[in-house]
C-alpha cells in the first residue's frame, strides 16, 4: 500500500483547540490507534503523521496536531508547529465540540481560507449534545461545509470521508510522475506502439506522448518502436533497456518478444497510477480469476470519441473475459457519466482507463464499488490479466503485484 511517493498523497491536517478530539477522529477514520489519546489536554505535541489509502479519497497523509489554544512557552511553540502545517496540507479538518464555535476555530477557518486550502469543519462529541442551532445557521449562510461526528462513537465518519473527497482539490498535488520514479539518469526506455487504424492520423496519443516526455524529464532517453520491430531492436540494443512499456493490446507479443530480464509494463497501468488508485484496481484485476459462465460483468466507458475505444470496450474485452471464463458472460456497456447505483448484479467492473476520466472519478467509483464489495479493475489490466501477463507487467509495481495476488486468492 506503500508505493505512492509521498510528495503524490493528499495531505490532510487536522487542527482545533486542545482535548476537542483530533486524535480520537483520526485514529477512528483510520481504524487504528494512531496518535495518543487522553482527557489531558495537550496530550498531542508534535505533529503526528499518518500515510494510508482510504477510500474514497486514495493515497492520503493525515497530519494530527497541537491544539491551538495551548499555552505557556511551550505551548506558543507548539501553536506555531500547528499552524506550520497549514501550510503544506491540501485539506483541511476544523475539529471543534457541539458547544458551538470559538475565536480559535474562527481564526483557523480564515487562514484555511487565505490560503486557498478547502476544509471540512466537525463537530465531534456529537455524542453528548448537538451543536447551537443559530451556529449552524451562520455556517450554512458562510457555506462552511460541516458534519456532526462522534469519534467515540464511530458516528458519521463515512460522512466525513466522503465530504473530504468532495472537498479535495482535482489536483491537490505536484505533476505525477507517470514513469520518471522507475529510472535513473542514462536509463533506455523502449516504447511500443502500434501504428493500426486506431491511431491517430499523424501523431501519437497523449499517455504516449506524456511517458516520452517523462523520460526526459528524468535524464534518460527511449526508442520508440511499433511491435513488429521489438524484438529485433532490442537485440541491436547494446545496454539493456531499463523497461519495456507497450500498448495494452500488444502486451501478448511484446511479453513474448521481451527477454524476461527486461522488465514490462504497459502504458495502461503506468496511467492506473493517475487514473485511480492502482492498488485496489490491481486488487479488483484479481477477481477476473473467479468469473464463471453466467456472471454479469459491467464494462464503464468514458469516452465515446475513438471508433476503437468502443471495439475495445465492447467487442474485445468482453470477448476476452468470456473465452477466459470459459462460458458466456453477461456484459453491460454503459458510457460517459453514467454509473449505475446498484451495482449488486455484476461479478466486476471493468472501468476504462482513458484520457477523459479523472483520477477523482475513478476514486469515487472504486468508492462505490467498494462499498457493494463488487470488484472493479480497468482495461489495461484486465487486458494483461486475460492474456496471462498481469503478473509480469505489475512486477515493477510490487505492491500493486500483493494486490492483485490477494484478489485473486479472496476476490473483493
Ligand atoms: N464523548 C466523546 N468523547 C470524545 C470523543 N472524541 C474524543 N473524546 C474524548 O476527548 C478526550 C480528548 O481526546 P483527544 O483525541 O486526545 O483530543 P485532542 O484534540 O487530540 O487533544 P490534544 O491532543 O490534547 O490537543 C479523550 O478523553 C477522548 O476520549 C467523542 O466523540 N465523544
Ligand atoms: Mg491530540
Request: hydrophobic fraction near 40%.
Amino acid at each position: 500500500m506503500q508505493d505512492t511517493p509521498k510528495g503524490l498523497r493528499l495531505h490532510i491536517g487536522l487542527f482545533g483547540r486542545r482535548n476537542v478530539g483530533k486524535s480520537s477522529l483520526m485514529n477512528a477514520l483510520v481504524g487504528q490507534s494512531v496518535s495518543i489519546v487522553s482527557d489531558l489536554a495537550g496530550t498531542t505535541t508534535d505533529p503526528v503523521e499518518k500515510t494510508l489509502e482510504m477510500a474514497p479519497l486514495g493515497p492520503i497523509v493525515f497530519v494530527d496536531t497541537a491544539g491551538l489554544d495551548d499555552v505557556g512557552a511551550v505551548g506558543e511553540m507548539r501553536k506555531q508547529r500547528s499552524l506550520q502545517v497549514l501550510d503544506r496540507v491540501d485539506l483541511g479538518i476544523v475539529v471543534a465540540t457541539p458547544e458551538g464555535l470559538t475565536d480559535y476555530e474562527r481564526d483557523v477557518m480564515a487562514l484555511l481560507t487565505e490560503r486557498k486550502t478547502p476544509f471540512l469543519l466537525v463537530f465531534n462529541k456529537c455524542d453528548l449534545g448537538a451543536p447551537p442551532t443559530e451556529c449552524l445557521a451562520e455556517l450554512d449562510r458562510d457555506k462552511v461545509v460541516h458534519v456532526r461526528a462522534s469519534a467515540t462513537e464511530a458516528q458519521a465518519l463515512d460522512q466525513i470521508k466522503e465530504a473530504l473527497f468532495h472537498l479535495a482539490p482535482e489536483n491537490p498535488v505536484d505533476e505525477p510522475r507517470l514513469i520518471g520514479d522507475l529510472l535513473s539518469p542514462g536509463d533506455t526506455v523502449v516504447l511500443v506502439v502500434p501504428i493500426d487504424l486506431g491511431a491517430p492520423k499523424g501523431r501519437l496519443i497523449l499517455p504516449q506522448v506524456q511517458t516520452i516526455r517523462d523520460v526526459l524529464d528524468s535524464d534518460a532517453s527511449c526508442v520508440v518502436v511499433k511491435e513488429r520491430e521489438l524484438a529485433d531492436t532490442l537485440s541491436k540494443m547494446t545496454v539493456r533497456p531499463r523497461i519495456v512499456v507497450c500498448d495494452s493490446q500488444v502486451v501478448l507479443k511484446a511479453s513474448a518478444d521481451t527477454p524476461p530480464e527486461i522488465p514490462l509494463t504497459t502504458f495502461s497501468i503506468l496511467m492506473s497510477r493517475f487514473k485511480g488508485d492502482m492498488i485496489r484496481l490491481a486488487h479488483g484485476a484479481g477477481a477476473i480469476n473467479a468469473l464463471r459462465p453466467g456472471d454479469r460483468v459491467l464494462i464503464t466507458e468514458s469516452c465515446s470519441h475513438h471508433s476503437l475505444a468502443d471495439d475495445i470496450g465492447r467487442v474485445k474485452i468482453p470477448r476476452w473475459l468470456r473465452q477466459f471464463a470459459g462460458g458466456d458472460l453477461q456484459t453491460d456497456v454503459v458510457a460517459g457519466k453514467d454509473f449505475p447505483d446498484d451495482l449488486s448484479p455484476y461479478a466486476l467492473v471493468v472501468q476504462c482507463g482513458g484520457c477523459m476520466v479523472t483520477r477523482k472519478m475513478v476514486l469515487h467509483r472504486q468508492y462505490l464499488a467498494g462499498r457493494q464489495n463488487v470488484p472493479m479493475t480497468n482495461y489495461g489490466m484486465a487486458i494483461s490479466q486475460v492474456q496471462g501477463v498481469l503478473e509480469r507487467t505489475l512486477a515493477c509495481f510490487p505492491a500493486a503485484l500483493d494486490a492483485f495476488r490477494s484478489g485473486a486468492r479472496r476476490p473483493n
